[in-house]
C-alpha cells in the first residue's frame, strides 16, 4: 500500500467518525430539546396540582368550621 492510498484511507475515516460525531451531538441536541420541554409541561402539572391542593386545603378549613359552627349551634340549642 502506497503512503497515498494510506493517507486518503486515513482522511477518509476521520472524515466517517466526523460524520458519525455530529450525527451523535444532533441526537443528543434533539432529545435535549424533547426533554426540556417535557420538564417545562411538568413544571406547569406540578404547580397546578399544588393550586388543587391549596383550593382542596381551603376547602376543608371551611368545612371544619361550619361542623364546628354546626355543633356549637346544637350544643346551644340542646340547652
Not at 32 to 40: A, D, K, P
Not at 44 to 62: A, E, G, L, P, Y
Amino acid at each position: 500500500m502506497t503512503n497515498k492510498s494510506l493517507q486518503t484511507l486515513v482522511f477518509i475515516g476521520a472524515a466517517v467518525i466526523a460524520l458519525i460525531f455530529l450525527k451523535l451531538m444532533f441526537d443528543i441536541s434533539k432529545s435535549m430539546t424533547e426533554m426540556t420541554s417535557h420538564v417545562g409541561a411538568m413544571s406547569q402539572d406540578v404547580r397546578k396540582m399544588q393550586d388543587s391542593i391549596r383550593t382542596m386545603n381551603d376547602s376543608i378549613v371551611r368545612m371544619e368550621e361550619s361542623i364546628h359552627a354546626m355543633g356549637q349551634a346544637f350544643n346551644q340549642g340542646s340547652k
